[in-house]
């Protein structure tokens, strides 16, 4: 889960003196929107755009550029979900790893982030996702465990979708034959539930979607 364990060896950073028509060679053979640019010492510089490299002329130099360079990078005590907010924030599919000193240890690719991610258990095994609102003085982890378990459920993911002054909002994914009586019980303990996929009709209905969501991050 440490986000070194996904460099990926084969990008090449950029020098200062490299060329403008080596970026876009490396950036169109790997379809990448940023390349990161390093000193001789191999200090993270920051990183130069796509959008940036294909409007110059092949011949031109990094180092005129470094002014319009984007700083965007993980430490490499970071673990892979640090990863999702650097890449959308900087509409990046790919992020630069740095040591404590800045030295430029490598890459990791949204790609491979998202393969991994593929494999956790809250998105592969099947389940029912559920969404709770309740009191952010009433939230409780190990209640909600409780109500979930007590019916015979068992938990493969909760996450804390918002909180505000008032209210917690949890997004929990669930296994269980009987869906209907924790949705039952959670209204009974006084949660608010947004989303209901309760009705175990449902359930070959949702593994459907599951399936071509599934199919869809594959493509």
């Known amino acids: 889960m440490i986000i070194t364990d996904y460099i990926f060896k084969n990008v090449s950073p950029l020098y200062e003196e490299d060329t403008v028509e ?20 191999k200090k993270l510089l920051g990183n130069i755009s796509f959008e940036i490299i294909k ?16 700083e965007f990078f993980l430490y490499q005590s970071s673990i892979i979900f640090d990863s999702i ?5 900087n ?25 991994e991610f593929a494999t956790y258990a809250v998105i592969n095994d099947f389940g029912v996702y559920m969404t709770l609102t309740t009191p952010i003085q009433k939230y409780s982890i190990s209640e909600v465990a409780n109500i979930v378990e007590s019916n015979n459920g068992k938990i493969l993911g909760l996450m804390v979708t918002k909180i505000d002054e008032e209210t ?51 493509v």
């Open 22 to 41: 080596k970026a876009e060679d490396i950036m169109l053979t790997y379809k990448l929107s940023h390349l990161p640019v390093i000193s001789e010492k």
């Open 55 to 70: 409007n110059l002329e092949k011949k031109e130099v990094i180092i005129n550029h470094l002014i319009e360079l984007e």
């Open 85 to 89: 907010k650097i890449f959308s924030d």
């Open 91 to 115: 509409a990046t599919n790919i992020i630069p790893i740095i040591d404590t000193k800045e030295n430029y240890l490598g890459v990791v690719l949204e790609e491979d982030i998202i393969e």
């Open 168 to 218: 917690t909002k949890i997004t929990l994914k669930i296994q269980s034959e009987n869906i209907s009586s924790i949705g039952d019980t959670f209204e009974r303990f006084g949660y608010h539930i947004s989303n209901k996929y309760f009705e175990d009709s449902k359930q070959e209905l949702l593994k459907n979607r599951f399936d071509h969501f599934q199919r869809f991050l594959e």
